[in-house]
Structures are given as C-alpha cells and as structure tokens.
C-alpha cells in the first residue's frame, strides 16, 4: 500500500513562504498528484493537481501564489506556497488521483 508522508509546515507570518514537501513510498512517475487541504471545521478542498504530463492546475485562490512541483527520481512533490494569508492556515495534504490512504498532512499557520 502507497504511503505519503508531508512535511514542511509550521508557523509563518501573513505575507511568508513555506514549502511543503510530500514523499511517497512507490513511484510517481505514472500517477496524477493532488494537494489537499483542510481548514479547522471546514471540509477538505482539493488545491493543486499535477498531471502524469507535468501540467499543473490550483484553485483560483492561491494561482500566482502557490506552484506544485515534483521529483520524481525522489517520488516527491513540493507545494510552493507564497504571499501566505491567515485564510492559508490548514492541515496539508497530498494524495494521488485516485485517492490512496490520506497521510498525517502537514499543518500550516499563518499568523502575526
């Protein structure tokens, strides 16, 4: 069974940056990545897709702002998150297109 593993987040000031970091246990080379997130009470919202070409898609409130990448030699995706608002703060995930088990996620803060 794939397991990810995020990391990378913590506390950060309106206006910060943080780079998240997802690794999984099997390849990625083949498979669509997504970030997810979800916000204290609020269902979890999909933010960022990758696709097997490398094309990426987010959600109109963090384009210009956030940029996914991955390694692949590495099975590896980042979430490049800048320009952070409170409106940011939320546990992160990641996950592959079909959904595999949800990892622990990585929290993220944005607060002065």
């Known amino acids: 069974q794939v397991q990810f593993v995020e990391s990378g987040g913590g506390l950060v000031q309106p206006g910060g940056s943080l780079r998240l970091s997802c690794v999984a246990s099997a390849s990625i080379s083949e498979s669509t990545m997504v970030w997810y997130r979800q916000a204290p009470g609020k269902q979890r919202e999909l933010v960022a897709i990758?696709?097997?070409?490398?094309?990426?898609s987010y959600i109109d409130p963090v384009k210009g702002r956030f940029i996914m990448s991955r390694e692949i030699a590495k099975n590896t995706v980042y979430l490049q998150m800048n320009s952070l608002k409170p409106g940011d703060t939320a546990i992160y995930y990641c996950?592959?297109?079909?959904?595999?088990?949800w990892g622990q996620g990585t929290q993220v803060t944005v607060s002065s």
């Open positions: 996950n592959s297109v079909p959904a595999l088990p």
């Open positions: 990758l696709n097997r070409s490398g094309v990426t």
